[in-house]
């Protein structure tokens, strides 16, 4: 299985300030054949579904804010809150969807300062 | 508007069984395939369950395999997961996913989820 990992665990950024989640997988999810990392981005709020932000490592999804940005390629990855709004408050996670098992990583907790 | 809504959970026994349905609406639902994850509370997402658009490939975690099944039916726009020999570590929120493909890859919808917990 790929196992992800994601640092930190939690961070505490002020409003309007830059925050950065990291994401490592245990192997590469960049297939050669097309190019295309297979790593998502997704924000889950208290109480609520996951919701979708980013997709092929940097693609983000209809409707996200454009302060979310995604980076990264084969095994590193990075996701950027630019300036840090209070409904950004939530847990994101990556996820791999190269291979099955579909995995995911456990999550980093943002809040503000 | 694409909406996924789960039922089917419950309180159930060690051992036990139960089978969660996902009624899929906003979309052509045959067209995509469809997963299962789930969410043991306070913790992380674990992917439980994946189905092809006609239902002929199915997958499965290694922590359910032969105890879960994940099916769907078309004709009905609904999904569903027979979850059987329930154990204590089942016990989550199960959300239905919809993949963004005919495919097993990112999930661009979610349902609200349905909670079993496995209890005696």
């Known amino acids: 299985d790929i196992v992800m990992t994601q640092s930190p665990d939690a961070l505490a950024v002020s409003l309007g300030e830059r925050a950065t989640i990291n994401c490592k997988s245990s192997q590469s999810v960049l297939y050669s054949s097309n190019n295309k990392n297979y790593l998502a981005w997704y924000q889950q709020k208290p109480g609520q579904p996951p919701k979708l932000l980013i997709y092929?490592?940097?693609t983000r999804e209809s409707g996200v804010p454009d302060r979310f940005s995604g980076s990264g390629s084969g095994t590193e990855f990075t996701l950027t809150i630019s300036s840090l709004q209070a409904e950004d408050v939530a847990v994101y996670y990556c996820h791999q969807y190269y291979r099955i098992p579909l995995t995911f990583g456990p999550g980093t907790k943002v809040d503000i300062k | 508007e694409v909406q996924l809504l789960e039922s089917g959970g419950d309180l159930v026994q060690p051992g036990g069984s139960l089978r969660l349905s996902c009624a899929a609406s906003g979309f052509t639902f045959g067209n995509y395939d469809m997963s299962w994850v789930r969410q043991a509370p306070g913790k992380g997402l674990e992917w439980v369950a994946g189905?092809?658009?006609?239902?002929?490939?199915?997958y499965y975690a290694d922590s359910v395999k032969g105890r879960f099944t994940i099916s769907r039916d078309n004709s009905k726009n609904t999904l569903f997961l027979e979850v059987n020999r329930l154990r204590a570590e089942d016990t989550a929120v199960y959300y239905c996913?919809?993949?963004?493909?005919?495919?097993?890859?990112?999930?661009?919808?979610w349902g609200q989820g349905t909670l079993v917990t496995v209890s005696s």
């Open positions: 189905i092809s658009i006609r239902g002929r490939s199915t």
């Open positions: 996913a919809k993949s963004s493909a005919a495919m097993i890859v990112y999930h661009d919808y």
């Open positions: 092929w490592a940097s």
